[in-house]
């Protein structure tokens, strides 16, 4: 996964594919709240990232009260998804909306009967959002002029009844629903609306008509009339869904970004470990968890390990491997490092958890993955390492992505000091920085290392490390004179460590 998607869409009847989306992955997320309608593609439209997702699953299987529509958002907001298009087949309760129009509405009328779950919320976290206006006001007006330049007939607003479904109404329904000043009737803009706003999502509805409803006496609703008409809504859509994605909404101003500010009711220190994973896309921002990317560079290497009990070999190791791992039990984590030919796709299999970016994870043509090996003895303490091949993560040193320079934290793991400098240099305001070295570079250029520690917040090495550096035997005294020779304030082996200034 990567940072942010500006704009997901979600195409409804008839809309199962995304024409002009290219470079498309596809992306099956697990969700506390089970599998997602159908996998979320993903890919570029008119030079933007979007996703793409099928309400009702590609083959349209599923009912609009058996949607999940609760793993659907958060699995978009998982993404990183920002704003969400929803394409959605209506009838009208207007004359002037006719079949063949779209209309942008702004306000929504819940005539669902409660068996669709309407909130993220619940289990010990209350959340009450704003919802008096429903919709995103910027997101809206672009939809509009997207259709306009796609060359259909839009209407500006509307007032949406949600129906259960999955039937038409009755012809008395749609009297009560046009007595109600209703324009449009659907199934599906509930609880999709709700929790898109619980998500902090900026969304909007882009409804096509497909027919009259039950009002309108001779013109009575039945499938086959709504299907053919929503054929040719589905192209205009999709032209239309190509036309926004060109000219994307600004996200400030209209408070979609920063819905549960004012909603969260629950205190942070009240809502535990469980709910905070549970709802973690969607409470992130606001109990402080989001805006920290962590940027991981390192080996991702191969092991041999071998104890008197047992031996592996090959095995997925690397001092970024663990770091990225490790960090992706907690936040969004971008790995950069470089493999052989070799490296086997079960073990980058392992990597792709859906909080590691594996974009910065380049392979060597014709190179070899680096390959670190240990010996331990029998109280499984003491050990002896070497390098049985070096591979390309000693000579390949590769560049942060430029998308990755806005990262807040950076774990720069066991690599070559200059190099480790430069990544600190080319980030934008790295937060926190941590720099790991290794033996090798203690014993090659300790004063190159010197000036990377400088730079750092925090140094991590381990006793033998800290002696070698240090040239004292005793790890207490190392760490001390460690800590009194590089850090402003710390504690023995370990502390406070800030940065010196200059
Ligand atoms: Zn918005």
């Avoid at 058996?66 to 394409?87: H, I, M, T, Y």
Wanted: glycine share 8%; net charge negative.
């Amino acid at each position: 996964m990567s940072s942010t998607i500006p704009l997901a869409v979600i195409g409804g009847s008839g809309f199962y594919d995304m024409p002009g989306l290219s470079q498309v992955e596809e992306a099956i997320i697990e969700t506390p709240f089970g599998p997602t309608s159908d996998s979320i593609r993903i890919g570029t439209l008119e030079g933007n990232r979007v996703a793409f997702l099928a309400r009702h699953g590609r083959g349209h299987v599923l009912l609009p009260s058996e949607l999940p529509q609760r793993a659907n958002f958060w699995a978009l907001k998982s993404l990183g998804v920002e704003r969400v298009l929803s394409v959605s087949a209506v009838g009208s309760l207007r004359q002037d909306y006719r079949p063949g129009h779209f209309v942008t509405p702004h306000q929504l009328i819940d005539r669902t009967r409660g068996v669709r779950a309407s909130t993220f919320f619940g289990n010990g976290v209350v959340a009450h959002i704003a919802f008096a206006e429903p919709f995103c006001p910027a997101m809206r007006v672009a939809t509009r002029q997207a259709v306009e330049a796609a060359g259909a007939t839009v209407h500006r607003d509307g007032v949406y009844v949600v129906m259960e479904g999955p039937a038409f109404s009755t012809r008395a329904e749609s009297e009560l629903h046009r007595e109600w000043r209703a324009d449009l009737i659907g199934m599906t803009a509930l609880p999709e609306a709700k929790l898109a706003r619980e998500a902090e999502l900026c969304y909007a509805t882009l409804a096509s008509v497909t027919d009259y409803d039950a009002w309108n006496e001779g013109r009575t609703v039945d499938a086959t009339t709504v299907f053919a008409t929503l054929a040719k809504n589905v192209a205009t859509a999709q032209l239309a869904v190509r036309e926004l994605a060109k000219v994307l909404p600004p996200g400030e101003g209209c408070g979609c970004r920063t819905a549960l500010d004012s909603a969260l009711v629950t205190q942070p220190s009240s809502i535990g470990a469980e709910n905070r994973e549970r709802l973690r896309p969607i409470l992130a921002r606001g109990l402080g968890e989001n805006g920290m990317t962590m940027l991981v560079t390192g080996w991702v290497a191969l092991d041999d390990i071998e104890t008197p009990f047992g031996k592996a070999e090959r095995s997925l190791g690397g001092s970024a491997t663990a770091t990225a791992l490790a960090g992706a039990l907690f936040t969004d984590v971008r790995i950069l490092a470089v493999v052989g030919e070799d490296f086997p796709d079960a073990h980058r299999r392992k990597l792709e958890h859906p909080h590691i970016d594996t974009a910065g994870i380049k392979t060597i043509e014709g190179g070899k993955t680096s390959v670190w090996g240990a010996r331990y003895s029998y109280d499984m303490n003491s050990r002896e390492t070497w390098y049985p091949e070096l591979g390309v993560s000693i000579a390949h040193l590769p560049p942060v992505l430029p998308e990755w320079r806005d990262s807040t934290v950076a774990c720069l793991a066991a690599g070559h000091p200059a190099y480790q400098r430069d990544l600190i240099a080319s980030l934008d305001s790295p937060k926190v920085t941590l720099v790991d070295t290794i033996k090798m570079f203690i014993d090659e250029n300790p004063a190159e290392l010197r000036e990377t520690m400088r730079l750092a917040d925090f140094v991590t090495l381990n006793e033998s490390e800290a002696r070698e550096l240090a040239k004292l035997p005793s790890i207490a005294r190392a760490g001390r004179s460690l800590v009194r020779r590089w850090c402003e304030d710390g504690h023995h082996q370990a502390g406070r460590i800030r940065r010196r200034p200059d």
